[in-house]
């Protein structure tokens, strides 16, 4: 039971690590790029939609496995397709410095709506596909992400320390006129403490005695992706910077992007 705990913690934690650095380094290549490594995404985004379909029913610990890669693939095609500038939203410009109050939470819900947008319609077709699934690991681990992201973009625009500004393409430069630099805000503790939470509890159900392999290792990958998320939320207000974790990401944008 124990190493079912571990492995799926530990291969969750290479998988983040690594798909994060590829987005990374995708995204610092020159723009014309950018279409081949969109249609290039797109196939795998199909390989891997294809692939929670087929493990839907599949409660073996070889299923979680699958389920959980292929749920980060699609997040990750949806993180990209970002990134590169194709969904994001209507508005295209730096937030109007003399914005205030709901006139800046309109202004920034503008930049990112077409990308929130994708990303609902896409957590409704998982629910659709795997609602009732044996193996439900999939919607799982995108609606965590989802969530945590979600939270951490209302971070980023109440105000954290570190913004992270530098990892946003040129195309996308505007999009730090709508973030803010301050120590912490209102929301973050409530942010940690409930992906904190959430981290301990999913553990305490894959510790359960009596949980199956399959359920063990779905609850790691669960809690795990918790722990990471809730991870990123500390590291917006400590004086550190996590540039370093993905040094070799950054290689990309020495070149000049066109």
Known sequence: MTWQLVLPSV???LFWWFSTGAILYI??????????SLLAGGALLALALWGLRATGQDTSVQGAYVAFSCALVV???HEMAFLMGFISGPRRSACP?????WA???????AV????????VQLGVLVAMLQHAANPVGLWTFAILWLMRLSAK???F?????????????????????FRQRAANALWPLSVLGGGLAAVLLWQSALDPLASDFRAAALSFAATLFMLATLEHVLRVVPLSADALWGWAWRSRVRPVE
Do not use: C, I
């Not at 709506?113 to 609902?120: G, P, S």
């Open 11 to 13: 291969f969750t934690l």
């Open 27 to 36: 995204d610092g290549l020159p723009r014309r790029t950018y279409k081949w």
């Open 75 to 77: 997040w990750g095609w």
């Open 97 to 101: 410095a003399d914005a205030r109050g």
């Open 104 to 110: 800046r939470v309109r202004y920034a819900a503008q």
């Open 113 to 120: 709506l077409h990308h929130e947008m994708a990303l609902v």
């Open 154 to 156: 209302f971070n980023v």
């Open 158 to 178: 109440l105000g954290v320390r570190n913004l992270n500004e530098q990892w946003l393409p040129p195309n996308l430069k505007y999009l730090h006129s709508y």
